[in-house]
């Protein structure tokens, strides 16, 4: 399972975007899958995760405001995004573990696999 992202973009202060994970591999299924970011100048940081059974976490500048979901088919995670503010601006990662709902899931060694990232902009 090799993530990829895409949906990154350039939005004003208020706005909503949403960023999309999905597998080049093999289907999501039975993965853990989760977004981090990193802000421009700062270290890479836990946003939202959602485990297998489709139960969500959330980081607490972001609870809210984002919603992390998966489809049916389990091909792609998103990440909704409203009332995006300038602090919201970072590369955007998607990243899966393979336990399926790892109670470690803000912690980055966990993850089996990571994507290359979509730029989020947000402008006031």
């Known amino acids: 399972v090799q993530p990829v992202e895409s949906g990154g973009g350039e939005v004003q202060a208020g706005e909503s975007l949403t960023v999309s994970c999905v597998s080049s591999g093999r289907p999501f299924t039975n993965y853990g899958v989760a977004w981090f970011r990193r802000p421009p100048g700062k270290v890479r940081e836990f946003v939202a995760f959602?485990?297998?059974?489709?139960?969500?976490y959330y980081a607490d500048t972001v609870k809210d405001r984002f919603t992390i979901s998966r489809n049916n088919a389990e091909t792609t995670v998103t990440l909704q995004m409203n009332s995006l503010n300038s602090e919201d601006t970072a590369v955007y990662y998607c990243?899966?573990?393979?336990?399926?709902?790892?109670?470690?899931?803000?912690?980055?060694?966990?993850?089996?696999?990571w994507g290359r990232g979509t730029q989020v902009t947000v402008t006031s």
């Open positions: 959602i485990t297998e059974r489709r139960i969500t």
């Open positions: 990243a899966v573990e393979r336990s399926g709902g790892s109670i470690l899931h803000r912690e980055e060694r966990i993850y089996d696999a």
